[in-house]
């Protein structure tokens, strides 16, 4: 990554957004059935979908609240517990367990706060720590700084996930589209965010290999274009590279659809993203890259 600072999002701007799209998502989900496939996240159901977010709230809640400095898995279990499995297949595990609580989600109105709740007592966990608390984070300072970020982000994009579900469109705003891009690829750059990425991600190539990601609206104060260095010796995002710099492969799209792009959930073909470059190489990326 390049060494120039990056100032996201305002904590209080990513903790409001936290709760605009768990109450969209919420929205959104009402009156779907929980049996509903959800065909970005194979294999999953809108009930399992429901949950996992309700699951990823209370982690960092629980994280949060009792000022842990050190990792503490999802859902209880002591650390230790499954190490010969990938985070990927922890978080699958664990909704699945869960599925039998469906009983408290099969009427919109419960559903609806179900989700909110959960967001609602994340956020105030975090405006209830100070900021020189020491608590664990997945990699970056180790206080409560990377929870509403992440929160903000994880609920996007599985608010996109309902909405392409359900037919509805999915439009961020243009800073937060692009501070969302700017978490999910900078962390492919993160050595101690390779445990959270997916099992596949190994297999990504190493031969100097580079791809571009760029959005094609800008925003004051935003990082609007990022460039993904496959090197020997590890993978390396630099934000903002300059005009012109090459790249292997190319992809273009607006802030919500380079979201969508970068973290799986549209194919980058059709007249809303464009392609230049070697597309298998893309192709590649996205299918060992993204979990």
Request: aromatic share 8%; with cysteine.
């Amino acid at each position: 990554m390049t060494a120039q600072t990056y100032v996201p999002l305002p904590m209080g701007r990513c903790t409001s957004e936290l709760r605009r799209e768990a109450a969209r998502f919420a929205d959104a989900a009402r009156d779907l059935a929980l049996t509903e496939p959800v065909p970005t996240c194979p294999g999953w159901n809108l009930g399992d979908l429901v949950r996992h977010l309700r699951q990823g709230h209370e982690w960092a809640t629980t994280i949060l609240a009792t000022r842990s400095t050190e990792f503490v898995l999802p859902g209880g279990d002591p650390v230790g517990a499954g190490a010969d499995t990938s985070w990927t297949e922890r978080v699958a595990g664990l909704v699945t367990r869960e599925a039998a609580q469906d009983s408290r989600l099969l009427e919109p109105g419960p559903r609806a706060r179900f989700v909110t709740e959960g967001a609602d007592r994340l956020v105030e966990t975090i405006e209830g720590i100070g900021p020189e608390v020491p608590v664990w984070a997945p990699h970056g300072k180790q206080n409560k700084e990377f929870w509403p970020r992440w929160a903000m982000y994880e609920t996007t994009v599985h608010r996109a996930d309902v909405d392409l579900l359900s037919g509805r469109p999915f439009e961020l705003a243009t800073d937060v589209a692009l501070d969302c891009v700017d978490f999910c690829v900078v962390a492919f750059g993160v050595p101690e965010a390779r445990p959270f990425h997916s099992p596949l991600f190994a297999e990504v190539p190493r031969g100097g290999e580079t791809l571009s990601f760029r959005s094609a609206v800008a925003a004051p104060g935003r990082v609007s274009n990022w460039l993904v260095t496959c090197a020997p010796d590890g993978v390396r995002v630099t934000r903002d590279a300059p005009a012109g710099t090459p790249a292997d492969a190319t992809v273009v799209a607006s802030p919500s659809d380079l979201l969508l792009v970068v973290k799986g959930r549209l194919r980058p073909r059709g007249p809303r993203v464009t392609v230049s470059g070697d597309r298998e190489l893309l192709d590649f990326w996205l299918e060992h890259a993204v979990s």
